[in-house]
């Protein structure tokens, strides 16, 4: 187990696991028209993507992405620049690379990169959305709503949660970004930027329990509202909205 995560006491590094595990979709893999590889901190996807691409997967890519708060200092010159050149680094052939970089979220993600393909006369049936693993649910709800007439499928790169925070060397931050998107999945359905998603009690559970524990770092605070979305409720002073109707 990565130290960061042995200073965690059991009951909430069982928490983590849950929310990774809960997260992560990771749909067989098949050929498709074009990979597109989310922008984020994580410099594996690019790695992950240039593995799938010399499997023959796919002929092309696009890696989509600016900048956030969390990975400025890592990809001072944009997440989609920097990976293409760690794919190209692994061997990705320079033509076989789309650049999209100004999505700041990954519904501009979804958004731009389609607008991208079309605009360049390439019709797309399927896709495959690589990102960091914890995000593929959010990614798949998303592609869902802004992308439907694409057959889409996730994947990341089989890893551990412990394996991963060793590699990212930033405990607080994965985690952090875990409860984040898990508040991300009631909020952007109940705003429409994305599907809903059936979330368990034992998820549900293991979030509040996070969020208590003081990982706020990434959720959404937003202004109180006279009456709240359907089955959301606002908890613990944020201002957060949290899904009160969830699976069994």
Same mark, same amino acid.
């Given at each position: 187990?990565?130290?960061?995560?042995?200073?965690?006491?059991?009951?909430?590094?069982?928490?983590?696991?849950?929310?990774?595990?809960?997260?992560?979709?990771?749909?067989?893999?098949?050929?498709?028209?074009?990979?597109?590889?989310?922008?984020s901190?994580?410099?594996?996807?690019?790695?992950?993507?240039?593995?799938?691409?010399?499997?023959?997967?796919?002929?092309?890519?696009?890696?989509?992405?600016?900048?956030?708060?969390?990975?400025?200092?890592?990809?001072?010159?944009?997440?989609?620049?920097?990976y293409?050149?760690?794919?190209?680094?692994?061997?990705?052939?320079?033509?076989?690379?789309?650049?999209?970089?100004?999505?700041?979220?990954?519904?501009?993600?979804?958004?731009?990169?389609?607008?991208?393909?079309?605009?360049?006369?390439?019709?797309?049936?399927?896709?495959?959305?690589?990102?960091?693993?914890?995000?593929?649910?959010?990614?798949?709800?998303?592609?869902?709503?802004?992308?439907?007439?694409?057959?889409?499928?996730?994947?990341?790169?089989?890893?551990?949660? !412990?394996?991963? @925070?060793? =590699?990212?060397?930033?405990?607080?931050?994965?985690?952090?970004?875990?409860? %984040?998107? $898990?508040? #991300? +999945?009631?909020?952007?359905?109940?705003?429409?930027?994305?599907? !809903?998603?059936? @979330?368990? =009690?034992?998820?549900?559970?293991?979030?509040?329990?996070l969020?208590a524990? %003081?990982? $706020?770092? #990434? +959720?959404?605070?937003?202004?109180?509202?006279?009456?709240?979305?359907?089955?959301?409720?606002?908890?613990?002073?944020?201002?957060v909205?949290?899904?009160?109707?969830?699976?069994?």
């Open positions: 187990m990565n130290q960061g995560l042995a200073t965690i006491s059991d009951h909430l590094r069982a928490d983590i696991e849950t929310l990774w595990d809960y997260h992560r979709i990771d749909d067989e893999l098949r050929p498709v028209d074009v990979a597109v590889g989310l922008g901190h994580d410099p594996g996807v690019p790695v992950y993507v240039a593995e799938l691409f010399h499997r023959g997967l796919f002929p092309l890519i696009v890696f989509t992405g600016a900048n956030a708060p969390t990975t400025v200092e890592r990809f001072p010159r944009g997440e989609a620049v920097h293409r050149e760690i794919a190209m680094e692994h061997g990705v052939p320079d033509e076989a690379i789309l650049v999209e970089p100004n999505a700041l979220h990954t519904g501009q993600n979804l958004d731009y990169t389609r607008d991208l393909l079309a605009e360049r006369g390439i019709d797309v049936r399927s896709a495959l959305i690589v990102s960091r693993p914890y995000q593929q649910r959010r990614a798949y709800a998303t592609a869902m709503k802004r992308w439907p007439t694409v057959d889409v499928i996730c994947s990341a790169s089989a890893e551990t949660l !412990a394996g991963y @925070v060793a =590699a990212i060397g930033d405990p607080d931050r994965v985690i952090n970004m875990l409860v %984040g998107d $898990t508040q #991300r +999945l009631t909020v952007y359905a109940e705003s429409g930027d994305a599907i !809903a998603q059936e @979330v368990p =009690a034992t998820v549900m559970a293991a979030y509040e329990r969020v524990a %003081g990982y $706020t770092g #990434r +959720l959404i605070h937003t202004s109180p509202r006279t009456n709240p979305p359907q089955n959301c409720s606002y908890r613990n002073g944020l201002n909205p949290v899904a009160t109707r969830i699976a069994a």
